[in-house]
């Protein structure tokens, strides 16, 4: 392969690992020079002083072992992460956002500065909550370095920073670089997940109940749950739930295995949500039920 674009055009441009040509070729020197004949003085000009920047994907799968980490940025919904609004904002005390970490920011740190960048932007296969554990296989995403000026980084280094790091509270797999097509398959994909759920039961259920739920199917409708509500629309969904195992009970609380198809709120399953989940969990045992602990076990993606 060649040289990469020279022309402004540069930062737009998303390049492959195993096409990207050596650092050297992409000097601004060694470009300058080829291309002085060809453009104007003051394009020229203006590439000599930019070095070339280029957009990296990067693609991997995290594991969160962690309760109470976002996914990414916990902007402050108060000031929204804004400088100017967040100084006097009581509710992040002037932080701008609501957590000190989040998957985003924790990959940042060690990729943004190794491929001599300023930012980078997360792409997940969808999200869980900020207390939702995400274990198995782990949740594919995308991570972006916008405006790499070093896009031919080791990513094995990469690999170890994150692990020397952050062990105990993310895993990822090896990185490796795709094209930006990636990005839109994750998103827009829907995958069937497995949870496990800690119920707390807030009455007696006898275990014969308990015992029957195993294999047990329920197509259920979902109105908008009240905690999502300001930023969702109130519709109706139709959604599937299959209870596959069921744990021991033990001081009123039940562990359970389910599968459900994407988009389900699985709290709002348990729970009923005031009447707005039906059938829900609470419904069917006859005693209200309440989500105490929640993990991804694995996202059904087709590989
Ligand atoms: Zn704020």
Sequence with gaps: ???????????????SGHSFAPRSCCSSTVGGALYSAAVSDTETKSQDARPQKVKVYLESRYRKLERGLPQTIFYCPECKGNRRKSRGCERCEGFGKLTKDSVQEMIGRKAIPLF?????????????????????????????????????ADLTRLDEMIREEYAGR???????????????????????????????????VSPEVVRALAGQSFDITQRTPTRVAHRRADLERH?????????????????????????????????????????????????????????????????
Excluded: N
């Design 1 to 15: 392969m060649g040289f990469l674009t020279l022309t402004g055009d540069s930062d737009r441009s998303s390049v």
């Design 239 to 303: 959604r599937h739930v299959s209870i596959q195992t069921v744990g021991e009970c033990v001081d009123g609380t039940l562990s359970l295995d389910i599968r459900c198809v994407h988009g389900t709120y699985v709290k709002e399953w348990i729970s009923s949500d005031d009447g707005r989940t039906t059938p829900s969990l609470t419904s069917v045992l006859g005693v209200s039920s309440k989500c105490a602990a929640l993990d991804v076990l694995d996202i059904l993606t087709d590989d």
């Design 116 to 152: 001599r960048a300023k930012r980078g932007k997360f792409h997940g296969a969808g999200r869980e909550d900020i207390d939702v554990l995400m274990l198995g296989r782990g949740r594919p995403f995308v991570y972006e370095v916008v405006d790499s000026r070093g896009p031919d």
């Design 170 to 204: 993310i895993e990822l797999d090896p990185f490796r670089r795709v094209e930006r097509e990636r990005v839109p398959y994750w998103k827009e994909s829907k995958f069937d997940k497995l949870y496990r759920v800690q119920v707390e039961l807030s009455g007696e």
